[in-house]
């Protein structure tokens, strides 16, 4: 296995031509500079400066609409066999580049290189899903009547918007744009300002796969300035955003005038609930592993524990023994499992909960500190003694910061789980079926997961309910957001119409 001393010679390999030349915008298939002039990312590992990055605005969003309208109509008609054959040569290239990917991605996000290495290949992985359901995207149904015959058949929307998030932007982009190109959709990316590497990276591997200029366009920027525009734009007919409740709610009044279609993948404090009857020490793996794999900054994280209270002095002993032993260091380490937070405002807003639990009156039981004088790195933090109305068990910190709080009953369990404005995922542990039937039913999220951590099956739908999001993503539900339906009824003889003005 490669150690940090490997990982960084290698990186910094990949990272040259990014000195040299800047993070450029991908806009018909020609690198271009932004109007907005450049602007800088940074590494959280210690700040230093990874590239320029083309800053674009609403000039290059219009530039890069035109460009994928222009693409539509021959994309949208090309057989779904020969976009398979492209979207797998996508799914081929980023296989090959797994490593680059993966490295640029945790130097760009603070992310550790255990997670993103897997995170990389997912990303290929949604490729080849979507690349097989290319051919059957147009798929409809017939609904005879006695007079009628009705078919249904769908067509890609159009050019749409792909807005994405900073965390794990690598994967997210690739769950968005593959399913649209598969719809034969075309597509403007915008990806979030702080971590620019890897979409630059994936839109030249689609470039090099042979996608036609023009069907893919990148535009790098701020969110109020390349991506309201792409919000605004009246030739996108649909926005795929991944990001923060709040964000969406604009996103949805800026796409009002052009009556936008969105598709909002937000927030959550996601419970895990583990009754006296779970096998104890997989629900105390799982727990620690969903909230502090991916430094918490993660949408599915559980990072509200609620713990029946027969076991909770039991569950925390063994909780702040394990989390206490949790290595924060470098994300090119391999051995590291919590690396820096993405940039200063974000480690801001993350510790200033630790003071938040505190004035609230929960127990500090691990962390709460910085690692380190460098960089944003944090400790993995554990509240106990917490009330399910204080705000870090109501808000969405998105760090590695677990707040824990104790049930009597099912009953109670069930009111402090849905007491939350968000419902993205929830976790149930119990050996009790009947219990556990009964809880996921109740629970108000959108993707519930029982005796076990976080584990996607592509097939099945992914998203939130309640101020975690609209709409669905994964296999019919991705191709029902970039398509319309259509139906079309013919008739079967003569069947009486009524006769006016006869
Ligand atoms: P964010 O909302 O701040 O930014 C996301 C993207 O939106 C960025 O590209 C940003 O530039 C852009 N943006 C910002 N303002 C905009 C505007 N007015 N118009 C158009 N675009 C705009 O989110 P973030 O801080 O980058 O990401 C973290 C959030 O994402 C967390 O809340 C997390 O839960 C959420 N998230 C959700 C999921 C999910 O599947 N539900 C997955 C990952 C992340």
């Given at each position: 296995m490669s150690d940090l001393a490997t990982h960084l010679a290698r990186l910094d390999g990949h990272l040259a031509r990014f000195r040299d030349t800047g993070i450029l915008n991908l806009i018909n298939g020609q690198s271009v500079a932004g109007s907005g002039g450049m602007f800088e990312t940074r590494s959280p590992v210690d700040e230093s400066l990874i590239a320029q990055v083309a800053r674009g605005e609403a000039a290059d969003i219009d530039a890069a609409a035109k460009a994928?309208?222009?693409?539509?109509?021959?994309?949208?008609?090309?057989?779904?066999?020969?976009?398979?054959?492209?979207?797998?040569?996508?799914?081929?290239?980023?296989?090959?580049?797994?490593?680059?990917?993966?490295?640029?991605?945790?130097?760009?996000?603070?992310?550790?290189?255990?997670?993103?290495?897997?995170?990389?290949?997912?990303?290929?992985?949604?490729?080849?899903?979507?690349?097989?359901?290319?051919?059957?995207?147009?798929?409809?149904?017939?609904?005879?009547?006695?007079?009628?015959?009705?078919?249904?058949?769908?067509?890609?929307?159009?050019?749409?918007?792909?807005?994405?998030?900073?965390?794990?932007?690598?994967?997210?982009?690739?769950?968005?744009?593959?399913?649209?190109?598969?719809?034969?959709?075309?597509?403007?990316?915008?990806?979030?300002?702080?971590?620019?590497?890897?979409?630059?990276?994936?839109?030249?591997?689609?470039?090099?796969?042979?996608?036609?200029?023009?069907?893919?366009?990148?535009?790098?920027?701020?969110?109020?300035?390349?991506?309201?525009?792409?919000?605004?734009?009246?030739?996108?007919?649909?926005?795929?955003?991944?990001?923060?409740?709040?964000?969406?709610?604009?996103?949805?009044?800026?796409?009002?005038?052009?009556?936008?279609?969105?598709?909002?993948?937000?927030?959550?404090?996601?419970?895990?609930?583990?009754?006296?009857?779970?096998?104890?020490?997989?629900?105390?793996?799982?727990?620690?592993?969903?909230?502090?794999?991916?430094?918490?900054?993660?949408?599915?994280?559980?990072?509200?524990?609620?713990?029946?209270?027969?076991?909770?002095?039991?569950?925390?002993?063994?909780?702040?023994?394990?989390?206490?032993?949790?290595?924060?260091?470098?994300?090119?380490?391999?051995a590291t499992e919590i690396g820096p937070l993405i940039h200063k405002t974000h480690f801001d807003k993350v510790t200033s909960y630790v003071e938040i639990g505190l004035a609230d009156g929960a127990t500090l039981a691990a962390g709460g500190t910085r690692v380190g004088d460098a960089g944003w790195f944090v400790r993995p933090t554990l509240f106990t003694q917490a009330s399910p109305q204080m705000r870090i068990a109501q808000e969405e910190v998105f760090g590695p910061f677990l707040t824990s709080l104790t049930f009597t009953s099912e009953a109670q369990a069930l009111e402090i789980a849905n007491n939350v404005a968000y419902g993205l995922t929830g976790y149930v542990w119990t050996n009790d079926l009947t219990r556990a039937l009964r809880f996921s039913g109740a629970l108000e999220a959108g993707m519930i997961w029982v005796n076990s951590e976080n584990v996607r099956h592509l097939p099945t739908p992914f998203g939130g309910v309640k101020a975690s999001g609209i709409g669905r993503d994964g296999a019919q539900w991705s191709f029902e957001f970039y398509m319309e339906t259509k139906n079309t009824a013919f008739a079967l003889g003569q069947h009486k119409i009524q006769r006016l003005g006869a």
């Open positions: 994928a309208k222009a693409a539509f109509p021959a994309w949208a008609a090309m057989e779904g066999d020969k976009r398979k054959a492209i979207l797998h040569r996508i799914a081929d290239l980023i296989e090959a580049r797994a490593e680059e990917i993966a490295l640029c991605e945790c130097w760009d996000t603070g992310q550790a290189y255990r997670f993103m290495s897997k995170a990389a290949l997912r990303g290929a992985e949604n490729f080849r899903y979507f690349a097989d359901l290319a051919p059957l995207a147009r798929d409809g149904q017939s609904l005879p009547t006695a007079t009628h015959l009705n078919v249904t058949s769908r067509s890609p929307i159009g050019p749409v918007g792909v807005i994405t998030p900073w965390n794990t932007p690598f994967m997210l982009s690739t769950w968005k744009i593959a399913p649209a190109l598969a719809a034969g959709c075309t597509v403007v990316h915008k990806p979030a300002e702080f971590s620019p590497l890897t979409a630059r990276i994936l839109a030249e591997i689609c470039h090099e796969a042979g996608l036609p200029a023009g069907v893919l366009n990148l535009v790098n920027g701020m969110g109020e300035g390349a991506g309201k525009a792409l919000t605004e734009h009246p030739d996108i007919k649909a926005i795929a955003f991944v990001g923060e409740s709040k964000t969406g709610s604009m996103i949805m009044k800026q796409g009002a005038d052009t009556l936008k279609r969105v598709h909002f993948e937000l927030g959550g404090k996601n419970p895990v609930v583990v009754f006296d009857d779970a096998d104890f020490e997989r629900a105390l793996d799982a727990v620690i592993f969903m909230i502090y794999s991916l430094n918490g900054e993660r949408c599915t994280s559980s990072s509200r524990l609620l713990v029946q209270d027969t076991i909770a002095d039991r569950f925390h002993a063994a909780l702040i023994a394990r989390v206490n032993n949790i290595k924060v260091g470098h994300p090119l380490d391999p």
